[in-house]
């Protein structure tokens, strides 16, 4: 089977469940060859079945840089090379806003946070560095609305994100012109995204958040996407033949939040009534 990706390698974070998963799964069909970082190795364990051993990886955590290094080299021994390294993993703060950190843990939650979805990132990078330079590869790094505004997470979760635009940023300056660097920002998804365990949210799942409801009007896209949804973007980044010229970029996927309006989310609801079409 053909696909944008045929003979490409790649190590993804967090590939274990939700976004990752699904980037695994599309890279497989595009033709890459697939390697996971996760911590949890029930999660690993079950996308290897689900994609009949297809998608295989190491169970370790990004917050070390010895676990990034084991997981590139897994790559590379299983693949001969590696062309494209996701950082993907990450947690939410569930919304905490300022006034509701509590006093005694807010240095530990920050701490624990930037720890997963900054510093897993950076150490990702440095243990892919040198493979992406040999195979004039790429990195993608999976970002958030909370990236480029407010009230997508609380101070801890939108701070991260927005440092995670600033990481892409100087890794694709320093990286030129050998590795290209992009972010995907997607919105809202129904995964099983964690919180802080020092806030008391590592058993918390963005799943059981009624995220449909919130969306609805909220967004100029207003329905709630599924992970495959985003991959697309993903593949985009990652084949140098449909965007050799990209890097620092990142693709907002958000459903529209930067151009929601001030009287309603969007101002064409009522377009196939205006123009005389029998659709929705
Ligand atoms: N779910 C959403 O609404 C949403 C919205 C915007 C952006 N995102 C981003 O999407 C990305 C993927 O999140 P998801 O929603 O698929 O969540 P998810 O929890 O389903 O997937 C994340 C994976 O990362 C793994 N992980 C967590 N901490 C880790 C660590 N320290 N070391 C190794 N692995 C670790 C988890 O085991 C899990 O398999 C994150 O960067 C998140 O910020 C999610």
Redesign the pocket.
């Known amino acids: 089977m053909g696909g944008w990706l045929q003979g490409r390698t790649a190590l993804i974070?967090?590939?274990?469940?939700?976004?990752?998963?699904?980037i695994a799964e599309r890279f497989v069909a595009e033709g890459a060859q697939v390697a996971i970082?996760?911590?949890?190795d029930e999660?690993i364990a079950e996308i290897a079945e689900r994609s009949k051993g297809a998608i295989t990886g190491v169970?370790?955590?990004?917050?070390h840089l010895g676990?990034n290094q084991q997981a590139v080299g897994y790559a590379v021994d299983k693949f001969g090379k590696l062309d494209i390294f996701i950082?993907?993993?990450?947690?939410?703060d569930y919304n905490a806003k300022l006034i509701d950190l509590p006093e005694e843990n807010i240095a530990a939650a920050f701490d624990e946070l930037f720890?997963?979805?900054v510093k897993?990132y950076l150490l990702g990078a440095k243990a892919a560095q040198k493979e992406l330079v040999r195979a004039k590869g790429c990195m993608i790094?999976?970002?958030?609305?909370?990236g480029f505004y407010v009230d997508?997470g609380g101070p801890l979760?939108t701070a991260?994100?927005h440092a995670?635009v600033g990481l892409i940023k100087q890794l694709a300056f320093e990286c030129a012109p050998h590795v290209r660097v992009n972010g995907v920002?997607?919105?809202?998804?129904?995964?099983?995204?964690?919180g802080p365990a020092a806030l008391g949210l590592a058993e918390m799942?963005?799943?059981n958040v009624p995220?449909g409801q919130a969306l609805k009007g909220t967004l100029p896209l207003s329905d709630l996407p599924t992970?495959q949804d985003y991959t697309g973007a993903y593949v985009l980044f990652a084949s140098k033949e449909n965007i050799p010229m990209a890097t620092g970029a990142v693709l907002n996927c958000?459903g529209g939040f930067g151009v929601r309006g001030l009287s309603s989310a969007s101002a064409g609801e009522d377009l196939p009534q205006r123009l005389g079409l029998a659709i929705k």
Not at 59 to 63: F, K, T, W
Not at 87 to 92: P, R, T
Not at 141 to 146: E, I, L, P
Request: glycine share 18%; charged share 15%; proline share 2%.
């Open positions: 974070t967090g590939g274990g469940s939700g976004l990752g998963a699904a970082l996760d911590k949890s999660k169970a370790g955590d990004v917050r676990d950082g993907n993993a990450a947690i939410w720890a997963v979805n897993g790094f999976t970002v958030s609305n909370a997508g979760y991260s994100k995670v920002a997607p919105g809202a998804i129904s995964t099983d995204l964690r799942s963005i799943a995220l992970s958000d």
